[in-house]
């Protein structure tokens, strides 16, 4: 085998991950580290508490909450017998099992509002594709206990704090409403009524989701369908006055915050719980990054008492590839890459790595041994900002070589120094790290 080069397939006893799954190796990691930080970081500001649910439910939690002629429910679920004869399944979203919990718990009965995030993965049976994993990631947040307007607009805002906190200020904000229930019922007829007589000619999806699930189809990927679609009713055309009022507030909260959104009045978004404020976070390269709304009957339909609620989740994989894309130099690299050859000054680089890491570097060994060329290289390609090199001669005398990677300048420094140069070294590293920026 090649080194750095992957199994053949046709190698003997070779296992692959499944399909639809992908291992997240260590050159892509950082990302994921620096979105979960950048996640901690915001959502904790806006008062938001981490909850984790079980990886599998009970079926009847997403068939109940999710919706029977859902493609998620009908189509998409890994659902299973365990030993016990009981039907469970693997996690399709987040929002069902943290309303679950919430009821199951109590936490309603601690009054006012909950404010849950969640992060972590979920499973849907659907064929793999780019940023589009059978085991995929949401990052997702719930705000309970509030049918305020100003939720709608603070949640959504939160949304856009996040993306753009992790770079990705380039994404497109669609914003509907769905109206009541009675408001949907009413405009399904309508969209029945006028789909009716198309049938035929529309996708094979569609003519399903016709008695299934209608709204659905607005969301067809079918260019036939899509062409049918242009006459189609509207769903605002639907909306009662209230509802419609209700809509114009929000609007004009998120116009107030300075955050920029388009209205799609065909976005409905793909699961029955939701009401009033749908919304969506696209990108030219993967689709739909995010999204959410409002599902005000969800917490009852599940056997809880009335609540009212809203949230979101975005899809770490397509955000992740949208960075990766935008950045594509590693995140969190080592600050400092220490080389050494010889007895002492390896003993010594060992020390030295350690006091570096204790007073809040990241700092790499080198642990080949090789020679000076060879370890030479490997800094390079690690994307640290400079280099230690102790050799024979730096042992004796207690110093050290700083090589600065990206302009070649070189300096000994007595080892007993080294600690009160610690904030100088961290204005040198900003330095350089910025001139990279600049210089990618």
């Known amino acids: 085998m090649v080194p750095g080069k992957p199994f053949s397939k046709q190698h003997m006893g070779f296992i692959q991950a499944q399909r639809g799954t992908r291992d997240i190796l260590p050159d892509e990691i950082a990302y994921w580290q620096q979105v979960e930080a950048t996640a901690r970081s915001i ?7 981490e909850i984790r649910t079980p990886i599998f439910e009970q079926t009847d939690l997403f068939e109940r909450g999710i919706g029977e002629a859902t493609d998620v429910v009908g189509k998409e679920m890994y659902t299973f017998l365990d030993k016990g ?39 849907r049976y659907e064929r793999p594709g780019t940023g589009r994993q059978r085991q995929f990631h949401q990052l997702g947040l719930e705000l309970l206990g509030s049918g305020d307007v100003r939720a709608d607009a603070e949640v959504i805002a939160i949304a856009v704090d996040f993306l753009q906190t992790v770079g990705l200020t380039d994404l ?3 914003l509907n409403s769905l109206g009541t229930r009675g408001d949907r019922a009413q405009y399904r007829s309508l969209l029945v009524d006028y789909l009716t007589p198309y049938k035929a ?8 989701r016709l008695t299934r699930n209608p709204l659905r189809i607005l969301d067809s990927k079918d260019a036939k369908t899509q062409a049918i679609l242009q006459a189609a009713p509207l769903l605002g055309q639907s909306l009662s006055a209230a509802s419609q009022e209700r809509f114009a507030k929000v609007q004009q909260l998120l116009t107030d915050l300075g955050i920029v959104y388009t209205i799609n009045p065909k976005l409905v978004r793909g699961l ?6 749908a919304f969506e976070f696209q990108s030219v390269q993967f689709g739909t990054v995010g999204g959410g709304g409002r599902y005000d009957g969800l917490v ?9 609620a809203i949230g979101w989740a975005i899809g770490l994989e397509r955000l992740i590839g949208l960075l990766q894309q935008l950045n594509p130099a590693q995140p969190g690299t080592a600050d400092f890459y220490v080389v050494s050859r010889g007895e002492a000054a390896e003993a010594q680089a060992l020390k030295l790595v350690q006091t570096l890491r204790g007073a809040g570097f990241k700092a790499e060994l080198d642990l080949s041994g090789s020679a000076f060329g060879k370890q030479f290289k490997r800094a ?7 280099c230690f090199i102790l050799g024979d001669a730096e042992a004796a005398n207690k110093t050290v070589q700083l090589k600065w990677l990206a302009t070649g300048e070189q300096q000994a420094i007595a080892q007993a120094d080294l600690p009160a140069l610690t904030d100088t070294f961290r204005q040198q590293i900003a330095q350089s790290r910025e001139q990279s920026s600049a210089d990618v």
């Open 300 to 308: 009852t339909e599940l056997g809880g008492p009335e609540t009212l």
């Open 201 to 208: 000619d529309l996708d094979p999806d569609s003519q399903d």
């Open 380 to 386: 390079d390609r690690s994307g640290a900002a400079a």
């Open 172 to 174: 497109q904000l669609e």
């Open 85 to 123: 004869e009981r039907s469970l399944t693997l996690r399709p979203e987040g929002t069902a099992g943290v309303v679950r919990s919430f009821i199951e718990h109590g936490l309603h009965a601690q009054g006012g509002v909950q404010r849950l995030w969640y992060m972590g993965p979920m499973f």
């Open 43 to 49: 959502l904790s500001r806006a008062a938001f508490a």
């Open 272 to 277: 029955d719980y939701y009401s009033h404020t």
